[in-house]
């Protein structure tokens, strides 16, 4: 690696770092019982939809209310997705005439924006119409990164109130998260998109000569606006097949910056916003320097992987001076396309712009691992954070039984409800994964999609449930996944990933809610602490490993070791 490799990186964590503060800080006063920023604004139309929908705003949840208005919400949200998909060709704004998609891949993709997952298994530009791009899949990008948010409002809310039963108003959280957060950032990113020739139009595709005299058919849409919001809400849906690999959705590396930047932007801030939330901003600190401890790491050791030659290309008489560019856009290079590489899978997000598929055996297994640490490394917008609380949760009590005393967690006990919902939270995903995986590699409908045999096909079968199973929606794209059973069992992998972490995270915010403070004493572990932070992180690390390494073992390991033996 270089030293303008290393400025590149310590660039992007900068900028990322400096946005920390300002965006935590403006998310914790939307989540406030107060009036949030620019409510002279907003607040007008706040309370229009609430009058529309009969809520009443200052009316609290109990955690199970609170729970079964999100079932509710994303369930009819889940309806209206999937017959908008069965039903395409007889719905407008469909110049190419798309016609209906099948039961299971409709399934499939309900399934996928419902759960803020975004695996896709077709190519937008051929398969959907500009109806199902704005009014299917924008409006759940939108809606599904709320829903997140909200649950780890909730959840923080809960760990600070003491002796109440409410966690806050699902309905308030949902309208001022998409209001006052999402929807002026992703304007104003799809301005700042639109101003590098990202396109955003409602226009039939449009006929181009190539300049060997060749004919070309260009795609057009209302791309820009799906990508801001794809990349703010950590959705990660291509609006084009290739996804940020396109030209037309990322067509400059200052595109490709501000796209990489919005990847994380939110997760990051969102921890310095529960740090507020709970009235101790050395938390937040503490969960982000957690976080940072597993990523930084991984961005380093995928540059350095794919910057050295493709092994496979060894025999060839090219030169690989440039390190491994197969699948890699060169506007891009390797240092932008690995960061990129690893801050998707990192944040839950699942957006590309190179080809993991391509990438070196042990290049391509950081971000499937990162993946399988269950969505907790920044994760997804909201989800990633209170995912990782529940990884705390864990911690804290691994930490009570090393030292004999009952845990606590900010002033609250950890008892053995907090600690069964953690562990279903923390073992749901990995579950999920594995099982889904077994049965593609288990059944001749799986099979049929792998393209390569041996340790690569098992790969690209890993990373898929990898993907699913941790509401991620990148692929190692060689495996053809629109088989019934696949798409079927990927359904079902995104749904339980989803719902079986983010109802038990109600739960304990729920229980914790209804606790008194404790005073802290001589034996309180502090969860601020630079120990803890390590602590926290080895857990992670660990939980990960001890499920998925002999997987690894038998996919990019084993591949690897033949690479390199031949």
């Given at each position: 690696?270089?030293?303008?490799?290393?400025?590149?990186?310590?660039?992007y964590l900068l900028v990322l770092l400096a946005a920390v503060k300002p965006l935590g800080a403006y998310a914790a006063r939307v989540?406030?019982?107060?009036?949030?920023?620019?409510?002279?604004?907003?607040?007008?139309?706040?309370?229009?939809?609430?009058?529309?929908?009969?809520?009443?705003?200052?009316?609290?949840?109990?955690?199970?209310?609170?729970?079964?208005?999100?079932?509710?919400?994303?369930?009819?949200?889940?309806?209206?997705?999937?017959?908008?998909?069965?039903?395409?060709?007889?719905?407008?704004?469909?110049?190419?005439?798309?016609?209906?998609?099948?039961?299971?891949?409709?399934?499939?993709?309900?399934?996928?924006?419902?759960?803020?997952?975004n695996w896709q298994n077709y190519g937008g530009e051929t398969t959907l119409s500009y109806f199902s791009q704005m009014v299917g899949l924008t409006v759940q990008n939108f809606v599904s990164a709320a829903t997140g948010m909200a649950v780890l409002a909730a959840l923080a809310r809960g760990i600070a109130r003491r002796g109440t039963e409410m966690i806050g108003n699902?309905?308030?959280?949902?309208?001022?998260?998409?209001?006052?957060?999402?929807?002026?950032?992703?304007?104003?990113?799809?301005?700042?998109?639109?101003?590098?020739?990202?396109?955003?139009?409602?226009?039939?595709?449009?006929?181009?000569?190539?300049?060997?005299?060749?004919?070309?058919?260009?795609?057009?849409?209302?791309?820009?606006?799906?990508?801001?919001?794809?990349?703010?809400?950590?959705?990660?849906?291509?609006?084009?097949?290739?996804?940020?690999?396109?030209?037309?959705?990322?067509?400059?590396?200052?595109?490709?910056?501000?796209?990489?930047?919005?990847?994380?932007?939110?997760?990051?801030?969102?921890?310095?916003?529960?740090?507020?939330?709970?009235?101790?901003v050395r938390q937040g600190w503490a969960l982000l320097a957690a976080m940072a401890l597993v990523f930084v790491p991984c961005v380093l050791v995928t540059v350095w992987l794919e910057s050295g030659a493709n092994p496979t290309l060894a025999d060839l008489p090219i030169d690989q001076g440039l390190g491994n560019?197969?699948?890699?856009?060169?506007?891009?290079?390797?240092?932008?396309?690995?960061?990129?590489?690893?801050s998707t899978t990192a944040a839950s997000n699942g957006s590309v712009n190179s080809m993991h598929d391509s990438f070196t055996p042990l290049g391509g297994l950081v971000p499937m691992f990162l993946m399988q640490l269950g969505e907790v490394v920044f994760g997804g917008v909201g989800s990633g954070l209170y995912g990782m609380l529940m990884f705390v949760i864990f911690s804290v009590f691994l930490a009570g039984l090393m030292v004999g005393r009952t845990p606590e967690?900010?002033?609250?006990?950890?008892?053995?409800?907090?600690?069964?919902?953690?562990?279903?939270?923390?073992?749901?995903?990995?579950?999920?994964?594995?099982?889904?995986?077994?049965?593609?590699?288990?059944?001749?409908d799986g099979l049929s999609g792998v393209q390569e045999a041996g340790p690569h096909g098992l790969s690209e079968i890993l990373y898929a449930f990898s993907s699913m199973g941790n509401n991620n929606g990148s692929a190692f794209a060689?495996?053809?996944?629109?088989?019934?059973?696949?798409?079927?069992?990927?359904?079902i992998a995104m749904l339980a990933a989803r719902y079986w972490v983010a109802l038990p995270a109600l739960a304990i915010a729920g229980s914790l809610a209804k606790k008194k403070l404790l005073p802290a004493g001589p034996g309180t572990l502090p969860t601020h602490s630079l120990l803890f932070i390590f602590f926290l992180s080895g857990v992670v690390v660990v939980v990960g490993a001890l499920a998925f390494v002999p997987a690894l073992a038998l996919g990019p390991i084993a591949e690897h070791l033949v690479v390199a033996g031949n």
């Open positions: 690696m270089s030293g303008q490799d290393f400025a590149q990186i310590g660039f989540y406030s019982d107060g009036n949030p920023p620019f409510d002279w604004v907003l607040g007008p139309v706040e309370r229009i939809i609430y009058r529309a929908g009969g809520v009443t705003a200052k009316a609290e949840m109990t955690w199970k209310q609170y729970a079964f208005a999100l079932l509710a919400f994303n369930g009819a949200g889940f309806l209206a997705l999937y017959f908008s998909l069965r039903l395409q060709g007889l719905l407008p704004f469909n110049p190419r005439g798309f016609v209906g998609i099948e039961p299971h891949r409709a399934f499939n993709i309900t399934a996928s924006f419902v759960t803020n997952t699902f309905w308030v959280d949902l309208t001022r998260t998409t209001l006052h957060i999402l929807l002026p950032l992703s304007a104003m990113l799809t301005i700042a998109l639109v101003s590098q020739g990202v396109v955003q139009n409602l226009s039939d595709y449009r006929p181009a000569t190539t300049l060997e005299g060749g004919q070309e058919l260009l795609p057009m849409g209302p791309a820009a606006s799906q990508i801001a919001i794809k990349q703010l809400g950590t959705n990660g849906g291509g609006f084009f097949n290739v996804n940020s690999a396109h030209p037309l959705e990322n067509p400059t590396p200052v595109s490709n910056l501000l796209q990489m930047l919005a990847i994380l932007l939110i997760p990051t801030a969102l921890c310095y916003t529960f740090g507020r939330m709970v009235g101790d560019m197969e699948g890699k856009e060169t506007r891009f290079g390797v240092v932008n396309s690995a960061l990129w590489g690893v967690y900010l002033g609250k006990k950890v008892e053995a409800f907090e600690v069964k919902m953690a562990s279903i939270a923390v073992l749901t995903p990995p579950a999920v994964v594995l099982l889904g995986a077994a049965i593609a590699t288990a059944t001749p060689g495996y053809g996944a629109n088989t019934p059973t696949t798409n079927m069992t990927g359904a």
